[in-house]
């Protein structure tokens, strides 16, 4: 069975702390990977969406990595403001039909 | 632009009842899909469509059906309610497939089945 890994489950940090989380992913049959946002009472919002080995990408102060080889990618927040307070979701694309598998989340509070 | 819109936003079933939630973009987008969230569990796929006229199961497809009669509309039908259906229902879609492409989210709609 495949699976997506994120650690950890729950972060807390302080206003303008930096932070960073993992996705962990089989490196078989990779194809995409995908970071969402989901802030509580709505719906996730597409971050990222990355295909190469060594990408990275950037929205503002979050950025994220890529690694297909070892099967791991890295979304970084810098100077966290309470509003990044969120679940952050990976969910990782394989196989010639292109299947979704999502992870559980990293659950991110900012205290001010 | 309203993205994608999902109705009822909650819904209280009993046990046995029908219903059809209903899911609609105004995107253009081929694929949508539906997904069911419950606590400790990441979102599964219940089905999808490539495009109008074209549906498939995704990992949890028993008790439901879809159809695609149209780029817009994608609702999903609970066939005969049962308590394991009580969950977060999501409705997203995208370009095309989900491989490379970025899915977007409608608001949910909460389920309880009694």
């Known amino acids: 069975i495949l699976n997506v890994e994120q650690s950890p489950q729950s972060l807390h940090v302080q206003e303008g702390d930096s932070t960073n989380f993992t996705c962990s992913f089989p490196s078989s049959n990779f194809y995409a990977l995908h970071w969402y946002r989901w802030e509580t009472a709505k719906s996730p919002e597409a971050l990222f969406v990355m295909t190469l080995n060594g990408d990275e990408k950037k929205k503002g102060r979050i950025s994220a990595t890529l690694n297909t080889k070892e099967g791991y990618s890295y979304l970084y927040i810098k100077g966290s403001q309470p509003e990044d307070s969120a679940t952050y979701l990976c969910a990782f694309t394989y196989g010639v039909n292109r299947k979704l598998i999502w992870g559980l989340g990293t659950s991110l509070a900012v205290n001010p | ?98 491989g490379s492409y970025e899915q977007y989210f409608g608001p949910g709609t909460r389920l309880t089945v009694t």
């Open chain 2, 1 to 98: 632009n309203a993205g994608v819109t999902q109705t009822p936003k909650f819904q209280v079933l009993k046990t046995g009842q029908s219903m059809t939630l209903q899911c609609a973009q105004d995107m253009n987008h081929e694929y949508m899909s539906w997904y069911r969230q419950d606590p400790g569990m990441g979102l599964r796929l219940i089905h999808y469509s490539v495009g109008a006229g074209i549906t498939d199961q995704g990992e949890v497809p028993n008790g439901y059906n879809v159809s695609r009669s149209t780029t817009e509309d994608f609702p999903l039908r609970l066939l005969s309610a049962a308590p394991s259906q009580t969950s977060v229902y999501f409705c997203a879609s995208s370009t095309e497939g989900v």
